[in-house]
């Protein structure tokens, strides 16, 4: 029973290009949650989707980020025109219902040069 | 509290001795608590959880101990192993209705053989 799949692990862009960043969460699990870690800091959490939805999304930046995870297929995390401050782990989370145990994926790792 | 971009506090102890882990909360309106476990280049793990209507909660080798009064929670590990070496980080839920979790700042725990 795969765990949370995420890809890229690892993603280089260089400033200005866009970053896809992909979420397959558990079998059975409707929830996604994404979270941002920057180096020897705490998950910060960004955005709260189940399936064709936004639940919540305070901890989005206004600009440049968004997230979807459509009915059929992955969640995506797009960052469009990069900069170096997006430099971070991204993780990906799911959970059957929208309490309980939170299972996270192995992240992705976004370098902007 | 939230890190602000220091290094990680760390904990070093003996292999076979019990190591604490401390993190205060930030609201004392959260009402669900969790310590993940993360090793390096991997997402966050599950260790145990508790709730705000108990102050201890066992598990293997880990205990959790809450104390509301002061928004402090604490992680026991018994008989420490070369393989808990690894960051902690306790997280708090400040919503019931979902899993938008508010992650401190981490103790790397190095364990010394």
């Known amino acids: 029973n795969a765990g949370v799949m995420q890809n890229p692990r690892h993603l280089v862009r260089r400033r200005g290009q866009e970053a896809r960043l992909r979420c397959s969460p558990m079998?059975?699990?409707?929830?996604v949650y994404w979270y941002r870690q920057l180096p020897e800091e705490g998950l910060k959490f960004m955005v709260y989707l189940q399936k064709e939805n936004i639940i919540d999304e305070s901890g989005m930046p206004k600009e440049r980020f968004s997230a979807e995870f459509p009915k059929e297929g992955p969640s995506i995390l797009r960052i469009q025109q990069v900069v170096r401050g997006d430099s971070a782990a991204y993780f990906c989370a799911s959970s059957q219902q929208g309490t309980g145990e939170l299972f996270f994926g192995e992240g992705s790792r976004l370098t902007v040069l | 509290g939230e890190s602000v971009g220091l290094h990680l506090p760390t904990l070093s102890v003996q292999e076979g001795d019990n190591s604490i882990i401390n993190c205060a909360y930030s609201?004392?309106?959260?009402?669900?608590f969790i310590w993940y476990k993360q090793e390096s280049g991997k997402g966050p793990q599950f260790i145990i959880d508790?709730?705000?209507?108990?102050d201890k909660r066992q598990g293997q080798r880990v205990t959790v101990l809450l104390n509301k009064t002061v928004k402090h929670l604490s992680l026991q590990i018994a008989a420490t192993q070369p393989g808990d070496s690894a960051v902690y980080f306790c997280a708090e839920n400040l919503d019931n209705a979902g899993n938008m979790l508010t992650f401190g700042g981490g103790t790397r725990l190095m364990v010394k053989p």
């Open positions: 609201n004392s309106a959260s009402d669900y």
């Open positions: 508790i709730r705000s209507n108990m």
């Open positions: 079998k059975g699990h409707s929830h």
